[in-house]
């Protein structure tokens, strides 16, 4: 029997209908097909107010308390942002403030984006993967960038992106073996 991998991510969309959720989700549904996960989404658009007016983590209403909370005790967390301005918006970076300081230290972490062309692709580099690096995650080598060009509307075909979140998969389910799902045989 598999030990479900609990599985965070974070949709730094403050949006509804979201590309970056769809992202995130496509990133599930890759991971769950080789994996046991206990998966819950941690939606910026759910909770984007009452995480602004928080100062500190101490202001938190009980409800992003608690979605922080699953962030900092997760087995590996996906965090995608859209591309706001050149980098990921202000609400995703509060998010990860009131995130313990080292609550995240050597802890698995996807990284996700998406933006209106392929201009803003180098945003997993520039911007996410330090972001992370400060707070001592273990980012894995493989992130997922997607532009709008790559969405047929709010859906993912099987084009180049597909294969981006394959290879994404395909490189962290290793990680995880005591997740791994078992192997189903033949009649």
Do not use: C
């Not at 609990?6 to 969309?13: F, L, P, R, T």
């Not at 995130?99 to 995240?104: C, R």
């Not at 273990?138 to 981006?164: C, K, M, N, Q, W």
Request: glycine share 8%; aromatic share 6%; no cysteine.
């Amino acid at each position: 029997m598999s030990t479900p991998l609990k599985v965070v991510a974070v949709n730094g969309s403050a949006h509804q209908p979201s590309r970056t959720l769809v992202l995130i989700e496509a990133l599930l549904a890759g991971l769950g097909q080789r994996l046991v996960l206990d998966s819950r989404i941690v939606d910026l658009s759910e909770i984007a107010r009452p995480l602004g007016a928080a100062l500190t983590r101490a202001e938190l209403p009980a409800g992003v308390e608690a979605q922080v909370a699953a962030i900092e005790s997760a087995d590996l967390v996906i965090a995608a942002a859209p591309v706001y301005r050149g980098s990921f918006p202000g609400h995703f970076k509060h998010l990860f403030d009131l995130v313990g300081m080292t609550a995240l230290a050597d802890k698995p972490v996807l990284l996700a984006a998406t933006g209106g062309s392929d201009r803003h692709a180098l945003v997993l580099e520039h911007q996410l993967r330090p972001l992370f690096g400060f707070l001592q995650a273990l980012t894995l080598p493989i992130g997922v960038y997607a532009s709008t060009a790559d969405f047929d509307g709010y859906e993912i075909g099987e084009g180049a992106l597909a294969e981006r979140i394959r290879l994404a998969v395909d490189r962290a389910a290793p990680l995880f073996a005591a997740s791994a799902r078992p192997l189903r045989r033949a009649a």
